[in-house]
């Protein structure tokens, strides 16, 4: 039993920065813009939430204070790093896959550049760690309590918050059908009046601003709130887009995904401590691959029927209408 | 009359691909200087200078390391000029690299034929590792970019394994992989102090099959085809699920040569020679492939200036830490030169727009 709570405990920290970054991504795709620039994305508002702790570090603020104020540093710059893809995409009418990957490949360089010049490493260590051993009274609960509210991390809650408001944006609101309509048929949508530029524009922007703070929360919940340019997130940002795939685009199925996921890698990295499994034998490197191949798998048999946003990675054009 | 011809050249496809390409170049290094001089204003000029004509010294290495980033460029553009986004790359020059390793290692061949059959098993490692996005794209409908990606990590990861679990290739007290025999190494041009070998001929001699291929032959005519127009060129009849497949293996075989190209080279230190450390990184030759596919317009003989070109780019960059850059340095312009070159078409068509309108006032 203690091997599961152990497994469950460590599945979260991992699952929310995926389903936050494969929410991103369902943002922008359905908005009509392939983001294949997460990973870059997710790294970029991770080095600048991982700088930022890096420089509060001393102060006598609250370490879950400093958690928040870090977010929203990296949600800023995902924001930011966001607009360069959705620059090219919406108004020059570039390759959207193209476009993301050379963003994916301009951050891992710059950070490896500006850290080793400046900090002599490959990237920022900060070693703060945000860690709750036990949430306050709701840790108490029996069984329940155990499994949610100790040994975890607050980004753990705020995921699941975002994960509300976003599903309520997406479905609820006129904003929210409206992006919907830009991924789908622009022409229709912009016969009646919706801006599609700018709705491509918020799409890319909410997938920035999500992808930002997945990549903070990747740092925190994986990495101890380091951040390195040589490993980044480690495929992260690319994982979420199979999440989004295997998620069907739509905000509950991604959750599913991403906890599935999560589980898998969990589980990779634990093997010592569940003794059927050790007692295999297998190399590590088997389960080290395992969310990967997984997800292959998981594609062979979805993307049959799996039915992507009609107008994504096309560039708008008024004059199809 | 001149007037004419001239017109007719810079309305050519492959012109405004050149000045697209010198545009994206030009913004590339501009912005790789603005950040030299955000890091370091005082050694930003020299250093700059040194990205720019460092590559002229060592043109030996230049021709070197332009080899493999040469095949991968060849494996992308050649997916590219079928619609196919081969970021698999990596994952390919992985596995020919420890393909042709494994026969380095474990086959006793007579000199002469040893390298040329560690290169062929390069070859088919990157083949096979082409192929099973090809399948699953063509027969099971998943996209390309993921399944190249997840195979990226895959192929990295069990490379990795099998080295390491390989007491004959792997020495681990010096985490790397031991030296290879002399005869499995490919022979060298003879220029001092550069490891610069006869794979970049050979590579330079792929390239203008594949320009063969793609120009003068009917499944080189499909495949363009297949790139124009996917549905126009089912309902002309091509076999678009075949040439999926064929096209992801060729373009695999590609990345797989340049894998062994990179790991068969000879070493300028007597007795020893290149070896492969196994620390669970993707091979950034694959991503380099990319921008040299990019820059060249996925044309094979645009593949082999472009090729050149970053090379020549990156011994500057390597040269920049003379004055306290790092060669991280010319990774950030190569992604800036992607990132303009995705759109320089655009800007381009808008520049001579922005031309032509100043030539009519004029007249």
């Known amino acids: ?321 | 009359m001149q007037s004419f011809d001239i017109k007719r050249v810079t309305k050519s496809k492959g012109f405004s691909a050149f000045t697209a390409a010198l545009l994206a170049i030009f913004l590339g290094l501009v912005f790789g200087f603005i950040i030299m001089f955000a890091a370091s204003p005082e050694n930003s000029l020299s250093g700059f200078q040194m990205v720019l004509f460092g590559g002229m010294g060592r043109l030996g290495d230049v021709f070197y390391f332009a080899t493999p980033i040469l095949m991968t460029g060849l494996a992308v553009g050649f997916a590219f000029k079928m619609g196919l986004f081969n970021i698999g790359a990596s994952g390919q020059y992985t596995m020919g690299m420890f393909f042709a390793l494994y026969v380095g290692f474990m086959w006793d061949l007579p000199a002469g034929i040893h390298w040329v059959a560690a290169i062929i098993a390069g070859m088919v490692g990157g083949l096979l590792w082409g192929l099973i996005p090809g399948i699953f794209k063509a027969l099971l409908n998943v996209n390309e970019v993921i399944t190249s990606i997840m195979f990226n990590y895959i192929g990295m990861y069990l490379v990795d394994m099998l080295i390491q679990g390989n007491a004959k290739m792997y020495i681990s007290t010096k985490t790397r992989t031991a030296y290879l025999p002399d005869s499995v190494q490919l022979p060298a041009l003879g220029i001092a102090n550069s490891s610069v070998n006869v794979s970049i001929i050979i590579a330079i001699i792929i390239a203008v099959i594949l320009f063969i291929v793609l120009n003068k032959t009917t499944f080189g005519y499909e495949l363009k085809a297949t790139g124009f127009n996917k549905h126009a060129s089912a309902y002309a009849g091509m076999n678009g699920k075949r040439n999926i497949i064929l096209t992801m293996a060729i373009a695999g075989a590609m990345a797989g040569f340049g894998g062994a190209f990179a790991i068969l080279a000879p070493s300028t230190i007597l007795g020893s020679s290149m070896t492969y450390e196994p620390i669970n990184v993707i091979a950034a030759n694959g991503f380099n492939g990319i921008a040299v596919a990019l820059l060249g317009n996925s044309s094979p003989v645009g593949i082999i200036f472009s090729a050149l070109f970053i090379s020549y780019i990156q011994r500057g960059g390597t040269l920049a830490s003379l004055f306290g850059f790092k060669p991280e340095i010319i990774d950030v312009v190569i992604a800036v030169i992607i990132y303009f070159s995705a759109f320089a078409m655009f800007m381009n068509t808008v520049v001579v727009k922005l031309f032509k309108k100043h030539k009519k006032e004029e007249v």
């Not at chain 1, 920065?17 to 795709?29: H, I, K, N, R, T």
């Not at chain 1, 009418?93 to 990957?101: E, P, S």
């Not at chain 1, 599903?167 to 912009?190: M, N, V, W």
């Open chain 1, 1 to 321: 039993m203690d091997t599961l709570y152990y497994l469950i405990q460590n599945t979260l920290p991992v699952a929310i920065p995926l389903l936050l970054v494969a929410l991103g991504g369902m943002f922008s795709e359905r908005s009509g813009v392939i983001n294949i620039a997460l990973e870059g994305i997710m790294l970029f508002g991770a080095f600048f939430g991982c700088l930022f702790v890096y420089y509060i570090k001393g102060s006598p603020m609250d370490v879950q204070i400093i958690l928040l104020l870090a977010m929203a540093v990296a949600a800023v710059s995902g924001l930011l790093y966001s607009m360069l893809l959705s620059f090219a995409a919406v108004n020059m009418k570039a390759d959207q896959t193209i476009t993301g990957t050379a963003l994916n490949m301009l951050i891992p360089a710059v950070i490896l550049l500006f850290s080793k010049m400046f900090f002599s490493s490959d990237g920022i260590t900060t070693d703060m760690s945000f860690y709750i051993k036990k949430v306050p009274g709701l840790g108490d609960i029996p069984v329940l309590g155990k499994l949610f509210f100790q040994n975890t991390y607050l980004t753990v809650y705020i995921g699941i918050l975002f994960l509300v408001i976003a599903t309520i944006i997406f479905y609820k609101t006129k904003f929210g059908l409206r992006l919907r309509s830009c991924g789908e048929h622009p022409q229709a949508a912009d016969s009646v009046g919706i801006n599609v530029y700018v709705m491509r524009h918020a799409g890319v922007g909410l997938s920035g601003i999500l992808g930002g703070i997945g990549g903070f929360f990747y740092a925190v919940g994986i990495m101890n709130s380091n951040i390195n340019g040589h490993t980044g997130v480690a495929g992260f940002g690319f994982l979420a887009l199979a999440v989004m795939i295997f998620g069907q685009w739509k905000p509950l199925k991604i959750l599913l995904a991403a906890l599935f996921f999560a589980f898998l890698r969990t589980l990779a990295y634990s093997i010592a401590l569940i003794p059927f499994l050790d007692a295999l034998n297998i190399n590590q490197t088997f389960y080290k691959m395992l969310p990967y191949a997984a997800t292959m798998v998981v594609l062979a048999f979805t993307s049959k029927k799996s039915r992507a946003p009609k107008a994504e990675g096309i560039p708008y054009d008024m004059s199809q209408r």
